[in-house]
Structure formats: C-alpha cells, structure tokens
C-alpha cells in the first residue's frame, strides 16, 4: 500500500502488521481487519485524521514481520496492531546450533540487537570460535510447501520445533521493542484457528513401533473411520481409544477422537482432542498452544493491550451454538476468517484501543457498522471474490485437504458459475472423499460444457476404469493421449490405461503395443507387466505372457491375481507342479477366494 512519507498534521497512523490474516487473504485489503478499521476508526472518534495501512505479508513469519516493522518505524507510526502467529513453522529454516537462552538474555539482546555496541560485542565473543548463535533464514519466504507435494517433507522434530517456538518468543519481543523505539503503542491479538472443520495437514506414527502395531494401529483407526462414517460414534470412539493406546500424538487420530466425541455433544474433551491435534500436526500451519502462550506471557510481563481474539470468538460460540470449538462458521479454510469475522475483529480492536485509551471512542451503533458493511459491499466484486474462493480451494486441493477444498469450489461456483477449474477441483474432492456417483455427476458436467478440458479427461478416465466403465472412459483415454506432447508422463499414464482398458475389453491387439511403450519408458512397474502378459496370452503367446507374468511378480509377488493366472497359463501347458506352487501362493493371499480353491483341487486331481 501507499502512503506519503511525512506525516500530514492531525493525522494518527496505524500500521497492521503480520502474515495472510492481516494481507486479507484469501479476498482483499477492502474486507481484512484493517479495511474495517480504516472504515471505523472515523466513525468513533473523529479527533484525528485515520491513516490505516495494510502492511501484512502473505506467509510472513515473525522473523519477517521485525523487518517490515523496523521499516515503518521509520514513518511516524502512531499504531502497530500486530497479528502474527500462524506462519512460524511453515518456512523452512536452518538453525545453526541455537541455544536456550535463559528469558533475561532474550529481552537484552531484543534490546541491544540493532545497537552497534552489542554489534561489537557480538564480534568479541564470537572471535576464534565458530558462531553458536547465529540463525541462518533465507533471503525471501521460502515456503517447504512450495517445495513439496503438499507437506511430504515435513517430519516429526521437536528440536527444530522447539528453536521455532524460542525464536518466536525472540521476535515478539523485537516488535514490542521496536514499537516503543518509535514512540508507536502496539497491540498484539491472540491467534485463532479453525478446529473442528480442519483435519491436520499431517500426521506420523511413531517411528520405533513394531511393525505389527503399527498394522493393529491402522486396524483400529481404519475402523473408527469406516464406523464414524457410518454415524457410529460411539463404536468410533471405541476403535479410536483402542488405536490411542498403542500412539496417542498421532495428529489425525486426535482430530477424529475430537469428531467423535463432539458428535456425541461431549464438548470439553472433544476441545482437548482438537487442541492435541493442532499441537501434534507435523505440517502445523495453524498457531499451537506455544504460539499463543508466548504472546499471553509477553502481555502478561509487559502490560501490553492485547485483543484476545480466539478467547472473544470462543465466548461467541459457546452463546450462538453452545460450545466454544471453533470451526468453519468462522474460517473459510484452517486460519483465514470470513468477512464478517474481520469485522468483528475491527472492533474488538476498537474496544480494546478505548479501553487503553488509546482513542475516545463513542460507541458504534449497529446502523454505524451496517452502513459501514455495506459501503465495503459495494466495492467488492463478485467475480474476483469467486476467483479468491477457486484459488482457496485449489490451494487446498493440493495439499490434500480434500473435505475442507470442497465447500470452498462449492461457494466460488455460486460466485463463478460454470468456472473449469472449480468443477474440476470439487470433482476430484468428492472422489477421493468416496463420492464417486457425485464425482462421476460433476466430472459429466464439466466435459459437456467444456470438452476440451484437458487437466480432467485423465482423472475422470481413471475413475470411470476403477468403476469398470470402460466403454465411457476409452474416448476420453485417447483424446487425452492426443492431447499432451510425445514423452509426456501423462500421455504414458493415459496409454496404460488405455491399455488396461483394451486388455480388459478383450481388444489384445490393440493393448499390446500401447503398454509395450509404458513397459519400455518405466519397466518397473508390475501393473503394466500383468495387463501386457494379459494381452500376449490373449493373442496365443502363452510362453511369452508367462515370462512376463513371472516378471511382475518378482516386483510384487504378493499379487494374488498374477499366481492365479499365470498358475492357469501353467495347467493348460501341464506343467502342473509349478501350477500348483503358484495356486497355492495365490489361496495364502486369498484365502476366501472359491475359484482359486476349485483351480487347485483340478490341479491336484490332475497330478494324482
């Protein structure tokens, strides 16, 4: 944002700092906290000529926001209203040996680090021994998600965790510091977050559990989650203390403890289970208790004004929907609240600022604030608050937050009818949340109003096989083909699947060559190697399909299928005792299957 260097005469200058909240995300500066109190602020008291500007950072980090603050302080800041809370762990850092300061040292070295005094006396103890204390961080935001697959390359750290948190504490008191410097008042706000709409970005066992607990682990969440969807709660509980005991700090399990038991209205323990679950996310992209404990100790220790954000939000909820667990009736996503949620935030941090009088305030009244609602109604645009949704949702998508991306493609379609990329994203979501009929429905209407949509046609192809409609999904398989450059790894997945649909469909000849080429770019893959041998038994080259068969299973031998058919191939050729060896392997795979049974007994019978 803009603003003149030199402060005109009677004008007061607040300067918002801190990560998306404060930027406005996902919408605009005119519907964030600070849009609202630029509105306000005039409104009750008009002793002074407002200046509000948004100086929130998208992913900024404490760290970053002492840089911007140092900045401002440079321009006669009468104000800082600091939120920053949520982003800490989502950089990727390097801490080179940071040490546990005892908290006297941190509020000196808050004091002293700009200072050219401390400056040499930091270069006095550092000489001849290498520098234990210096941070490394990079030189711009350096997200690990945009560096990832979603939050793949996070693991468990607590030490990495635990610098984090000290390093926040540090930079806390950096920004109280550098505020008074300039002679500005600042108040902090607590953070809040969405948890009971928002599963953890993710979760880890404990790596030193036996093998066979980690498979009774998965046994028993798996059964929660099959009962839980199944409206059995209480089974669902069950099965999730039951998993709890062999590893209770698994995020996603703690999130679904919470879903129980707030589906079963008890609230109290179904708050400490999301709690846990925020706190023991490996990806935590939501403030943990350590975050907000930090800066309730800071107000604490330095008499700082402070508005309690989550605290207000929790007494909001508990009178409108008798509890105080926050969810997506506040926040369109993990952390990001709905505009009406921005402006209650504006005024709370009105209230809070005549509390410290800060301001003369004269109260609002609610024709004041609606007047002001619908002043910034009117300047905001349909189509770009649908384009922010879409993104959102996108955004989401790709981490793999496939509940929570699905009501956000739902509202950017009532802003952004028709929209591709919305269809496409709550498609996809509704198919990996086992709605597949629904998925199927929108996947329809996305290809008849736009048919060349390629990033579709392939997922949409690999639904319909998996539902063994492969009729529907062959033309769409080699549109797609046709569609992507030679040497593609898109156009390669669209020829195995074609393939596969061929094979399936009995057209041999048409399948061969196709996964001949998958086979010959990625010969790893045992999938292309069974529906390949599928296709050289289907055209008489037995010998052929068995080589390839025996192929597949030294990549995956614990393929019931694969012993099964090449077992048959083995009996028509009677080579019965090896027909029987991979009949046998295949019943201790499958130990249910009827066919299996009859093929061995035919075989047995044969070699009597």
């Not at 930091?122 to 711009?140: C, K, Q």
């Not at 009949?583 to 795979?589: G, K, S």
């Amino acid at each position: 944002q803009r603003f003149v260097a030199k402060k005109r005469p009677g004008t007061r200058r607040v300067f918002c700092v801190g990560g998306s909240t404060t930027f406005g995300r996902p919408y605009w500066d005119a519907t964030s906290y600070c849009g609202w109190l630029r509105e306000l602020l005039p409104m009750v008291d008009d002793s002074s000529n407002w200046e509000v500007i948004n100086a929130g950072g998208v992913s900024y980090a404490s760290y970053r926001v002492t840089k911007v603050m140092e900045e401002l302080a440079e321009y006669e800041p009468d104000l800082f209203v600091v939120y920053s809370a949520h982003n800490e762990f989502l950089e990727h850092r390097t801490y080179a040996a940071m040490i546990d300061e005892p908290s006297i040292l941190i509020d000196i070295t808050s004091t002293l680090y700009k200072t050219r005094a401390w400056s040499a006396l930091s270069r006095l103890v550092g000489r001849g021994e290498p520098d234990t204390r210096r941070i490394l961080l990079p030189a711009e935001v350096d997200e690990l998600l945009n560096h990832s697959i979603g939050p793949t390359d996070y693991h468990r750290d607590p030490i990495w965790k635990r610098n984090v948190i000290e390093h926040y504490r540090l930079n806390l008191s950096r920004l109280v510091d550098i505020a008074r410097r300039s002679g500005a008042a600042i108040v902090l706000i607590t953070p809040a977050a969405n948890e009971k709409d928002c599963a953890p970005f993710k979760s880890e066992l404990d790596a030193a559990l036996p093998v066979d607990q980690q498979n009774e682990f998965t046994h028993w969440y798996d059964l929660g989650i099959q009962q839980s969807s199944a409206g059995q709660h209480a089974e669902a509980l069950k099965a999730f203390n039951a998993a709890a005991q062999i590893d209770d700090a698994h995020a996603g399990l703690q999130y679904q403890i919470g879903k129980s038991l707030f589906d079963l209205r008890q609230y109290e323990d179904a708050s400490a289970a999301f709690n846990r679950a925020v706190n023991e996310d490996i990806c935590p992209l939501r403030a943990t208790s350590e975050i907000s404990l930090a800066i309730r100790t800071l107000v604490q220790t330095k008499a700082l004004p402070v508005v309690d954000f989550e605290q207000r939000l929790r007494a909001d909820c508990q009178s409108r929907f008798g509890h105080q667990i926050l969810g997506e009736e506040y926040f369109l996503d993990h952390v990001h609240p709905r505009i009406e949620v921005h402006q209650q935030l504006a005024i709370w941090i009105i209230e809070q600022l005549a509390e410290s009088r800060l301001i003369n305030a004269d109260t609002l009244t609610a024709a004041e604030i609606a007047s002001v609602a619908d002043r910034i109604q009117s300047h905001i645009d349909p189509r770009g608050n649908g384009i922010a949704l879409r993104n959102l949702a996108k955004v989401l998508h790709w981490s793999g937050k496939f509940s929570e991306a699905a009501p956000r493609a739902l509202d950017a379609l009532k802003l952004l009818p028709d929209d591709p990329e919305s269809i496409y994203v709550l498609a996809d979501c509704l198919y990996q949340t086992g709605r597949t009929d629904a998925a199927i429905a929108r996947y329809d209407h996305l290809l008849r109003t736009h048919p060349l949509y390629l990033r579709a046609m392939l997922p949409y192809a690999e639904l319909l096989v998996e539902q063994k409609q492969f009729q529907r999904a062959k033309p769409l398989l080699e549109t797609a083909i046709g569609l992507h450059q030679p040497d593609h790894p898109r156009q390669f997945r669209g020829k195995y699947f074609l393939g596969q649909v061929h094979a399936e469909l009995g057209e041999f000849e048409a399948a061969i060559p196709l996964l001949q080429q998958v086979h010959d770019a990625y010969p790893e893959q045992p999938a292309t190697l069974f529906y390949l041998a599928q296709s050289k038994s289907g055209v008489g080259q037995d010998d052929q399909a068995i080589q390839l068969y025996r192929a597949a299973l030294a990549l995956d031998p614990n393929h019931a299928i694969t012993h099964q058919r090449i077992g048959l191939l083995l009996l028509q050729g009677r080579e019965v005792e090896q027909a029987i060896q991979h009949f046998e392997a295949a019943l201790r795979l499958d130990p249910d299957n009827v066919s299996l049974r009859q093929n061995l007994t035919i075989a047995r019978q044969l070699i009597q």
